[in-house]
């Protein structure tokens, strides 16, 4: 794995940070004091945050399975998070080890990470981009040194776009994700996840005044706000639902007598 352009050598611990919150309620190590203290108080507010940051992961591997069977051979993944096996290039390129993955993450920490462990097959290739989400140019640009734009790539952002805005008062998430969309080739695959606060309402709204006062923005998205995202994409069944239910595994059909999770799923392909 190459080393990305301006990787960043500060972690700022002062502030939490989302994927380092994350790595704490999937019981990981790779967070410090500020981001365990943000994480605690959000579970005592939401008891449903570590199984729904389980439930999310368990997602991930299933939808980008379900386009490794399909025949995608190219991944970019926005948000990556902290390495947590198994990783998504692990999934797909046990189905096809020739499979090219793209991560993409805005935290140093991740980096580190990414650079130690985010090994691939010999076949394919694991490559690691230093960016935002909110800078397409810069990730697009990076990843097409590894990827072919020209032919279907898997796009997943998953648990990442209820940390977006919408204008007029802050990004214009709609419009970000339609530009990623639009240079992807027919046959390529959006796979999302996202907080939603129809399920959960109270305990939603006390979450997400936490994570705005810790100066992370916060946005749980109702189901039509969640599915806009997929507009002139092609959804796969069972379309949009609440992400235990999206295709799954024994282990999701066993979670689910834990209690709901408030988090919304779903993959579509572009035609």
């Given at each position: 794995m190459?080393?990305?352009?301006?990787?960043?050598?500060?972690?700022?611990?002062?502030?939490?940070?989302?994927?380092?919150v994350?790595?704490?309620?999937?019981?990981g190590?790779?967070?410090?004091?500020?981001?365990?203290?943000?994480?605690r108080?959000i579970?005592?507010?939401?008891?449903t945050?570590v199984r729904?940051?389980?439930a999310?992961?368990r997602?991930?591997?299933?939808?980008?399975?379900?386009?490794a069977?399909?025949?995608?051979?190219?991944f970019?993944?926005?948000?990556?998070?902290?390495?947590?096996?198994?990783n998504?290039?692990?999934v797909?390129?046990?189905?096809?080890?020739?499979?090219?993955?793209?991560?993409?993450?805005?935290?140093?920490?991740?980096?580190?990470?990414?650079?130690?462990?985010?090994?691939?097959t010999a076949?394919?290739?694991?490559?690691?981009?230093?960016?935002d989400?909110?800078?397409?140019d810069?990730?697009?640009?990076?990843?097409?040194?590894?990827?072919?734009?020209?032919r279907p790539v898997a796009?997943?952002?998953v648990?990442?776009?209820h940390y977006?805005?919408e204008?007029?008062?802050?990004?214009?998430?709609?419009?970000?994700?339609?530009?990623?969309?639009?240079?992807l080739?027919?046959?390529s695959?959006?796979i999302?996840?996202?907080?939603?606060?129809?399920?959960s309402?109270e305990a939603m709204?006390?979450a997400?005044?936490?994570?705005?006062?810790?100066?992370?923005?916060f946005?749980?998205?109702?189901?039509?706000?969640?599915?806009?995202?997929?507009?002139?994409?092609e959804?796969?069944?069972?379309?949009?639902?609440?992400?235990?239910?999206?295709?799954?595994?024994?282990?999701?059909?066993?979670?689910?007598a834990?209690?709901?999770?408030?988090v919304?799923?779903?993959?579509a392909?572009k035609?």
């Amino acid at each position: 794995m190459s080393a990305p352009e301006s990787a960043p050598t500060h972690v700022d611990t002062s502030r939490p940070h989302p994927a380092r919150v994350y790595d704490w309620w999937l019981g990981g190590k790779d967070n410090y004091p500020v981001d365990e203290e943000l994480a605690r108080r959000i579970l005592e507010v939401d008891g449903t945050v570590v199984r729904g940051a389980r439930a999310n992961r368990r997602f991930m591997h299933r939808a980008t399975r379900t386009a490794a069977e399909a025949g995608v051979r190219q991944f970019l993944d926005i948000g990556t998070g902290i390495p947590t096996e198994p990783n998504l290039h692990q999934v797909v390129q046990a189905v096809a080890p020739e499979s090219r993955v793209v991560y993409a993450d805005n935290d140093p920490i991740v980096l580190r990470h990414a650079q130690a462990l985010l090994r691939g097959t010999a076949e394919g290739s694991t490559e690691y981009v230093h960016a935002d989400v909110r800078d397409p140019d810069t990730i697009l640009r990076l990843a097409g040194a590894s990827l072919d734009f020209a032919r279907p790539v898997a796009l997943s952002l998953v648990a990442l776009t209820h940390y977006l805005d919408e204008k007029p008062d802050g990004d214009d998430v709609y419009g970000l994700l339609g530009g990623y969309v639009d240079v992807l080739a027919p046959g390529s695959y959006l796979i999302l996840s996202q907080v939603t606060p129809d399920l959960s309402p109270e305990a939603m709204e006390k979450a997400a005044a936490l994570f705005r006062r810790s100066g992370t923005p916060f946005h749980p998205r109702s189901l039509a706000g969640f599915t806009r995202f997929f507009e002139g994409l092609e959804l796969l069944g069972p379309g949009v639902i609440p992400v235990y239910g999206w295709r799954p595994d024994a282990e999701d059909v066993a979670a689910q007598a834990e209690g709901i999770v408030p988090v919304y799923a779903g993959v579509a392909r572009k035609p």
